[in-house]
């Protein structure tokens, strides 16, 4: 018997709330009260984390809420049968069974496997139906150890006869699910057969890799049952990832991915036709799935996985005509945005600490390369330890912050076309900054580079040139045109407007100052982590390298955009402690966690709150930003850090008014808030009767 589930991890017709925040909840506190896990408040936020990304709820009126979590002390199930029912996202309607899979962050791959054998069970008719039969608790800890026996019915074959593939574990590990499709089919490789219907690969693939990335592959392979088709699928879960066969994917017709995140591998399947969808649309709906790749594959216009593993510009059929021109852009840029931002967090804190080792003369000049240059450990600059120690994080920071500009251009490349579009990317970011093109020069050299390099990509050569392509071809004309044309053209100009704006950002103080403060509130609080949130803290990290003693214009500016952005999530979390009635019992969970959400800079904490009332919610933020913005800039607040909020307070300037600003930003947003709800008419939050909410509150 497996020790994943026992009978106190059992509710049977419970009433855990009326919503998906209640239900995770309620059994994060079965878990850590049997002892599986140090806490609830973390396996919760991980937990409710994971089900904001992808809904979990499965056809069937089944859900798995599933998470990794360093709370977790142990892999467990927790299984509930709802009454009433909860709506987890699901199409055909609300779940009634509900498995709350809950793993370590460093689970091995025994258990992991054990976790996804649950998943694919419950795709069973006869398994969720004995479920529901169930009296007890045993009972249903007798079904899943059951379903987690070491010899179970493969979850889906062709026939009797047909077994799982190489790789398929007998516990429902990761690795290739096949199907020979009706009559046996042969795979590829065997001979013999006359009439052999098409043949499908697949890749499967969700986030945390537990549940979905087996349960989608599954469904797949039923579905390819049904139509006839040899469908082989790829598990790339948690565990170990046994790839397809090579020769398979020769000889197959089209390829689905039903996946959540990057396909490792993806050059493998160069130049077949595709099919691309979320891994949930691959449990929901994995006949259209197969109807599409069969289609795909006869449509010589299809959609095909370019060469060379570059980056999709499109998703297939609906999900092509459905990505506009700026979603594109945005998606780019903040792939830029995203990788650059671990070299400006680093060295920005490298920085501060060297300041507060070694003082700002640190930064005057070549004191720090004077300093390395002439002295060591064993030779300490006048025997202070702190200044060589100041200077050795004064210029490790330095280092760091100098891949700013190239680590941005590289990877809008890699975003447009992948891995061959880095090396063009960072060399045409590399010319950006031997120009002084700063960050725009970054964005407009990591575009071309990755426009060249994906335009190269697609070019149709020789077979024997194919190879050459991704590691020498594209990068070096991919250079030579990005590059090129920076030199050539574009630099010039681009360093000149550089120049231009930051000799305005730096002349900015009084008044001015102040304005440029509002405008930052403003745009951190419009959308809430949204694309004009991301343009001010991209615009205030892009220019956070430029900032010394003598020029503090653009730390002020990093300062107040992470005050800005630290006060929706702060404020609406005092909103739900101010008015509690105001506030459905979810908001009010999600209030607790706003508090620390907000206080670590994470403005997307009031996503929920807006979502539900935007009219009320985001006026009121951008209210309390302004203000915020305002008072930092007014106060010459500073910040050498680009993120970490008031953790990172060590690299902070004028610390003081820094909290003070956030807390009168918070009050005004919070108490603005309340006001428009208690005096703007609007339907009430609360679908529970309040006598019910009184009696779940007590």
Known sequence: MTTLINTDLVLLDADLGTDTTSVIRHLAELVAKTGRAAEVEGLFADALAREQKTATGVPGGIAIPHCRSAAVLEPTLAMARLSPTVDFGAKDGPADIVFFIA?????????????????????????????????????????????????????????AAAPVRSGESSVGGPGVVGHRGAGGVPNAGEVGQTSAPKRLVAVTACPTGIAHTYMAADSLVLAAQEAGVDLQVET????????????????????????DVDVRGKERF??????????????????????????????????????????????????????????????????????????????????????????????????????????????????????????????????SMGFLVPALAGYIAFGIADRPGIAPGFTAGAVAVFMDAGFLGGLVGGILAGLAAYWIGSWKVPRWLRGLMPVVIIPLLGSIIASGAMLLFLGGPIAALTNGLNHW????????????????????????????????????????????????????????????????P?????????????????????????????????????????????????????????????????????????????????????????????????????????????????????????????????
């Open 103 to 159: 793993a370590p962050a460093g689970a091995d791959n025994a258990h992991l496997k054990l976790l996804s054998k649950l998943a694919r069970s419950l795709i069973k008719k006869d398994f969720t139906a004995a479920l529901r039969a169930a009296k007890t608790p045993a009972e249903i800890v007798a079904l899943v150890d059951g379903a987690l026996a070491d010899n179970p019915q493969p979850a889906a074959t062709a026939t």
């Open 236 to 259: 790339q879960g948690s565990g170990a990832v046994t790839p397809l066969d090579p020769a398979v994917i020769a000889a197959a017709d089209a390829v689905i991915f039903a996946v």
């Open 270 to 399: 160069a130049g077949k036709p595709v099919v691309n969808s979320p891994v949930k649309r691959g449990i929901d709906e994995p006949a259209k799935m197969i109807q599409e790749a069969l289609a795909a594959a006869d449509d010589p216009h299809a959609h095909r996985v370019p060469h060379f593993g570059a980056e999709e510009t499109a998703e297939h059929n609906a999900e092509a005509s459905s990505e506009h021109l700026g979603t594109k852009i945005k998606k780019v840029l903040l792939t830029g945005v995203s990788y650059m931002i671990p070299f400006v967090a680093g060295g920005g804190l490298l920085i501060a600490l060297g300041f507060l080792l070694a003082g700002y003369s640190i930064a005057l000049g070549t004191t720090a390369d004077d300093i390395l240059g002439n002295n060591t450990l064993l030779n300490l600059p006048d025997g202070n330890l702190a200044l060589y120690l100041g200077a050795v994080a004064f210029k490790i920071g330095g280092l």
């Open 505 to 568: 950002l730096t002349g900015m103080s009084g008044a001015s100052a102040v304005v440029l403060g509002i405008i930052l509130g403003l745009m951190m609080c419009f959308d809430l982590g949204g694309p004009v949130n991301k343009v001010a803290y991209a615009f205030a990290v892009a220019g956070l390298g430029a900032g010394t003693a003598v020029d503090q214009a653009p730390w002020q500016i990093m300062a107040t955009v992470m005050a800005t952005g630290m006060v929706p």
């Open 570 to 698: 702060l404020a609406m979390a005092l909103a739900t402690v101010i008015d509690k009635k105001r506030f459905s019992l979810a908001e009010r969970e999600n209030g607790k966690a706003a508090w620390l959400l907000g206080a670590s800079f994470i403005s997307e904490g009031a996503i929920p709150f807006a979502a539900a009332d935007p009219l009320r919610v985001i006026p009121s933020m951008m209210l309390g930003g302004a203000v915020t913005g305002a008072m930092t800039m007014a106060f010459h607040v500073t910040s050498q850090a680009p993120h970490g909020g008031i953790f990172v307070f060590f690299a902070i300037g004028n610390v003081g008014m820094f909290i003070l600003s956030i807390l009168v930003g918070t009050v005004i947003g919070g108490f603005s808030v309340v006001a428009l709800k208690r005096w703007a008419v609007r339907k009430p939050v609360d679908t529970v009767a309040p006598q019910q909410l009184v009696a779940q509150n007590s």
